[in-house]
């Protein structure tokens, strides 16, 4: 039996998940709740608190329905890739990356962020008519990776 197949047997896959207001507080525990979770399993959380604080924000900003929440889920997986999910309400409301924005522009920079630190992200119909925004990043060395793709 090779070490990474060890490994994959004995390092179980992690969750967590949560429902969250769709508020600009609901936004901010996200990335808090993040943040200790992944402290808690003892990984860095720098790269991925940015993640869920664009993603959350977005979710607040643009998949908000009165009334319903938004939903955060972290997938620790035994290679060691963080997926992280958002969920909302909205999925007509489906992210685009923008063009490129002016230096002094107020916002269209999130899913840029997402991008340099992600390795892999997407958007999936949830049930109810809602979307899952996704974002996968690797807990080791994924900030010096994005940090020099953010430069």
Same mark, same amino acid.
């Given at each position: 039996?090779?070490?990474?197949?060890?490994?994959? =047997?004995?390092?179980?896959?992690?969750?967590?998940?949560?429902?969250?207001?769709?508020?600009?507080?609901?936004?901010?525990?996200?990335?808090?709740?993040?943040?200790?979770?992944?402290?808690?399993?003892?990984?860095?959380?720098?790269?991925?608190?940015?993640?869920?604080?664009?993603?959350?924000?977005?979710?607040?900003?643009?998949?908000?329905?009165?009334?319903?929440?938004?939903?955060?889920?972290?997938?620790?997986?035994?290679?060691?890739?963080?997926? =992280?999910?958002?969920?909302?309400?909205?999925?007509?409301?489906?992210?685009?990356?923008?063009?490129?924005?002016?230096?002094?522009?107020?916002?269209?920079?999130?899913?840029?962020?997402?991008?340099?630190?992600?390795?892999?992200?997407?958007?999936?119909?949830?049930?109810?008519?809602?979307?899952?925004?996704?974002?996968?990043?690797?807990?080791?060395?994924?900030?010096?990776?994005?940090?020099?793709?953010?430069?």
């Amino acid at each position: 039996m090779s070490q990474k197949s060890l490994a994959q =047997i004995t390092v179980p896959t992690r969750h967590f998940a949560v429902q969250l207001s769709a508020t600009r507080r609901g936004a901010r525990l996200a990335r808090l709740l993040t943040e200790r979770q992944l402290d808690e399993w003892g990984e860095p959380y720098e790269a991925a608190a940015q993640v869920v604080a664009e993603l959350a924000s977005n979710a607040v900003l643009h998949g908000r329905v009165r009334g319903r929440d938004f939903r955060l889920r972290l997938t620790l997986r035994a290679d060691r890739t963080l997926r =992280i999910e958002v969920t909302d309400a909205r999925g007509d409301q489906v992210p685009r990356v923008p063009a490129p924005v002016e230096q002094d522009a107020e916002g269209g920079r999130g899913l840029r962020i997402v991008e340099a630190y992600a390795n892999r992200w997407g958007v999936v119909e949830a049930p109810a008519h809602g979307k899952t925004v996704w974002a996968e990043l690797p807990t080791r060395h994924g900030d010096l990776r994005a940090a020099s793709r953010l430069g």
